[in-house]
C-alpha cells in the first residue's frame, strides 16, 4: 500500500464540469499539500494544510477550492476550469510543514485534462 | 523568477558511466536541499538531501555536491543504471518554508 494515494489517475473534464480530487495519506503525518505540475514548469505549490487548517495558498484562483476534512483526507474540488489548467496535479504530504527534514512524499498524481 | 534552476531539460548516459545533475539557486535563505526522482505516471520519490552546513552527502551510487558560495548543488551518480532513468527534481527550503522546485532534468541512462 503506498503512503499517499490519489484518485483518479486521470480525470477529463468540462469547463462547465465540477469535480473532486482526492487524497489520502497512511503515513500519519501532519501536513499535507497540492502540487501542480504544468509541462515544462517547476512543481508550483498550490495549497499547505498542517493539522486540518490551511497555511499557505500559493495566489490560486478561486476556481480551485482545497478541504482538509481531517488529517489523513485531502481534496481539490474544481468547478469552471480553463483548458490551460490542464496539468498534473500532485499531492504531497509531509510529518510537519516547517522545519527542517520534512521530506514530502507525493502521490501518483491525477492527470487532468480540461476540454 | 525561478529561485530554483536545472538549466539542462534532459542528460543522456552510457550505462555504467557516472551522471551529473546540476541544480543552481538564487535564494541565500535555502539551508536544506533534496533531490526527489519522479518516473512516468508516478509522484516524486526522495532522494537524498544535504544541510547547507555540509559540502556533501553520499548515500551508495548517489552523492550530492553543495557548493554555498556559487548556490550551485550537484547529483552524482554512480555507476549509472537503466532504471536510473527519470525525471529529477532539486528542491531547497529555508526554515519554516516549503519545498521550491526546481524544472527537472530528464535523466536517460542508455544500456
Known amino acids: 500500500e503506498t503512503g499517499v494515494t490519489q484518485t483518479p489517475r486521470h480525470l477529463v473534464m468540462g469547463m462547465t464540469n465540477k469535480k473532486s480530487l482526492k487524497c489520502e495519506q497512511h503515513l500519519g503525518h501532519n501536513a499535507m499539500y497540492w502540487y501542480k505540475q504544468s509541462a515544462k514548469k517547476p512543481l508550483e505549490l498550490m495549497f499547505v494544510?498542517?493539522?486540518?487548517?490551511?497555511?499557505e495558498n500559493n495566489s490560486v484562483p478561486s476556481r480551485f477550492s482545497p478541504e482538509c476534512p481531517n488529517s489523513s483526507h485531502l481534496f481539490l474540488h474544481l468547478h469552471t476550469l480553463q483548458p490551460e489548467d490542464s496539468a498534473l496535479y500532485l499531492c504531497?504530504?509531509?510529518?510537519?510543514?516547517?522545519?527542517?527534514?520534512?521530506?514530502?512524499?507525493f502521490g501518483q498524481g491525477t492527470r487532468l485534462t480540461v476540454v | 523568477d525561478q529561485q530554483v534552476k536545472q538549466n539542462s531539460p534532459s542528460l543522456s548516459v552510457q550505462e555504467g558511466r557516472i551522471s551529473i545533475l546540476n541544480c543552481d539557486y538564487t535564494n541565500s535563505m535555502f539551508d536544506y536541499f533534496l533531490w526527489y526522482k519522479k518516473y512516468p505516471a508516478e509522484g516524486p520519490t526522495f532522494l537524498i538531501s544535504i544541510s547547507s552546513i555540509k559540502d556533501k552527502n553520499e548515500d551508495g551510487r548517489f552523492t550530492v555536491f553543495l557548493n554555498k558560495s556559487a548556490k550551485h548543488l550537484s547529483l552524482h551518480i554512480v555507476p549509472s543504471q537503466p532504471g536510473d532513468s527519470a525525471v529529477y527534481f532539486c528542491a531547497a527550503k529555508d526554515a519554516g518554508n516549503m519545498l521550491t522546485f526546481g524544472g527537472g532534468t530528464r535523466l536517460m541512462v542508455k544500456p
Open positions: 504531497a504530504s509531509s510529518q510537519d510543514w516547517r522545519g527542517l527534514n520534512t521530506e514530502a512524499f
Open positions: 494544510y498542517s493539522l486540518e487548517e490551511r497555511v
